[in-house]
T-cell receptor, first 112, second 114 residues
Framework: DAKTTQPNSMESNEEEPVHLPCNHS???????IHWYRQLPSQGPEYVIH???SNVNNRMASLAIAEDRKSSTLILHRATLRDAAVYYC?????????????FGKGITLSVRP | DAGVIQSPRHEVTEMGQEVTLRCKPI?????LFWYRQTMMRGLELLIY????????DSGMPEDRFSAKMPNASFSTLKIQPSEPRDSAVYFC????????????FGQGTRLTVV
């Protein structure tokens, strides 16, 4: 499976934008980039995903590098509720095995 | 829809006992995942079903663990015999089964083996 690399942790101030980086230098053409987050004492929840183009939804934006070897999850205005572990995951679309494998993620802390 | 439903939410059992965790996926979803989460090892994928068929069970720790999906609306993860090192939070997730859709997770079952 192609691997992702994320910093261990990041701090942010409330109401400021947050940029969470992810490196995936061995990404293949059939890998989608997915982001999930896990709030304390809860199961993971989907945030966003994309293939080549930048993506926006109500929760966040996903900026994908032109060579697809890195991506950035952007939270436009961080709130205290955004404090969580964020996981960057590559999901292979080829073949029948489309499993979702989590790494260690990045722990985001938000200061009031 | 009530989302992915797992039961029980908490389970405390003695070493050597059989433990069965249950999961009801979201109606219409045809992929189901079982995960285990501990502080040491993070979130590990145990097994992945597609259309009720196990596609990848490479994450199942050992023969003490088994998972079944008898129909599209129910799955079980069984540990027999249980050991203290099996203590963890077990999550079930379901999705529409393709790479282009999101997976929805249940609230998890916290298992403690004493």
């Amino acid at each position: 499976d192609a691997k992702t690399t994320q910093p261990n942790s990041m701090e942010s101030n409330e109401e400021e934008p947050v940029h969470l980086p992810c490196n995936h230098s061995t990404i293949s053409g059939t890998d989608y980039i997915h982001w999930y987050r896990q709030l304390p004492s809860q199961g993971p929840e989907y945030v966003i995903h994309g293939l080549t183009s930048n993506v926006n939804n109500r929760m966040a934006s996903l900026a994908i590098a032109e060579d697809r070897k890195s991506s950035t999850l952007i939270l436009h205005r961080a709130t205290l509720r955004d404090a969580a572990v964020y996981y960057c995951i590559l999901r292979d679309v080829s073949g029948a095995n489309s499993k979702l494998t989590f790494g260690k993620g990045i722990t985001l802390s938000v200061r009031p | 829809d009530a989302g992915v439903i797992q039961s029980p939410r908490h389970e405390v059992t003695e070493m050597g006992q059989e433990v069965t965790l249950r999961c009801k996926p979201i109606s219409g979803h045809n992929s189901l995942f079982w995960y285990r989460q501990t502080m040491m090892r993070g979130l590990e994928l145990l097994i992945y079903f597609n259309n009720n068929v196990p596609i990848d069970d490479s994450g199942m720790p050992e023969d003490r663990f088994s998972a079944k999906m008898p129909n599209a609306s129910f799955s079980t993860l069984k540990i027999q015999p249980s050991e203290p090192r099996d203590s963890a939070v077990y999550f079930c997730a379901s999705s529409l089964g393709t790479w282009d859709t999101e997976a929805f997770f249940g609230q998890g079952t916290r298992l403690t083996v004493v």
